[in-house]
């Protein structure tokens, strides 16, 4: 079965922390990506990667960073947490090609809360 | 750019009732179109796709039909149920662009009572 883990399923973090949260795909995925979810705003890609040591921006990078040293590894870094970082963190991966159709999986999400 | 917008929610219905979630797409070229589900506590996954025009997505009831010509892939179901109570989002994929990322809409809220 295919499997996307997302390490932290709740965390409660205070403002100016550094948070990690770790993701883990053993499908042997190239692409990784990174997504927060917000109520009436859906799913927003903050960083996505193509490959190991790859990273590109998405449409809301700011306050974040990410780190790809092994292949079926994502980490998505908030180099010094603030309140408007409370969300819901998606982690995802697939093979390439997504735009002709291929699919792209989900862990289950981290909830995050900054206090 | 690329953009997705559904229909605003959320969305109640009795079980057994029909379910129609629109959603319409501004892209270049001939996207894929998926819609995802996402049940409560739980991450997204996919619950149909269409890679091409006039091509019909099904699964678990659901179906989906890429319509070019309204650039449109409006979610329906005949008869609801409650375990189908969840958080639809509709979402695209470039058509250019090996590893090409999705575009989501904002997602809508399916609420099904017994």
């Known amino acids: 079965d295919v499997k996307v883990t997302q390490s932290s399923r709740y965390l409660v973090k205070r403002t100016g922390e550094k948070v990690f949260l770790e993701c883990v795909q053993d499908m042997d995925h190239e692409n990784m990506f990174w997504y927060r979810q917000d109520p009436g705003l859906g799913l927003r890609l903050i960083y996505f990667?193509?490959?190991?040591?790859?990273?590109e921006k998405g449409d809301i990078p700011e306050g974040y960073s990410v780190s790809r040293e092994k292949k079926e590894r994502f980490s998505l870094i908030l180099e010094s947490a603030s309140t408007n970082q409370t969300s819901m963190y998606l982690c995802?991966?697939?093979?390439?090609?997504?735009?002709?159709?291929?699919?792209?999986?989900f862990g289950e999400g981290s909830w995050l809360t900054v206090v | 750019g690329d953009s997705v917008t559904q229909m605003e929610g959320p969305v109640t219905l009795s079980e057994e009732a029909f379910l129609t979630i629109n959603c319409t797409y501004t892209?270049?070229?001939?996207?894929?179109l998926f819609w995802y589900v996402q049940y409560p506590g739980e991450g997204l996954q996919l619950l149909l796709k269409a890679t091409k025009a006039d091509d019909k997505g099904s699964n678990k009831g659901f179906e989906a039909t890429y319509r070019k010509e309204t650039t449109s892939f409006h979610l329906e179901k005949g008869s609801v149920q409650v375990s189908d109570s969840a958080v639809y989002f509709c979402?695209?994929?470039?058509?250019?662009?090996?590893?090409?990322?999705?575009?989501f809409g904002k997602g809508i809220t399916l609420s099904v009572r017994p």
């Open positions: 990667s193509y490959d190991v040591k790859m990273k």
């Open positions: 995802a991966s697939s093979s390439p090609g997504q735009g002709f159709g291929n699919t792209i999986y």
């Open positions: 892209a270049t070229g001939y996207p894929s």
């Open positions: 979402a695209l994929s470039p058509t250019t662009g090996a590893n090409s990322k999705l575009t």
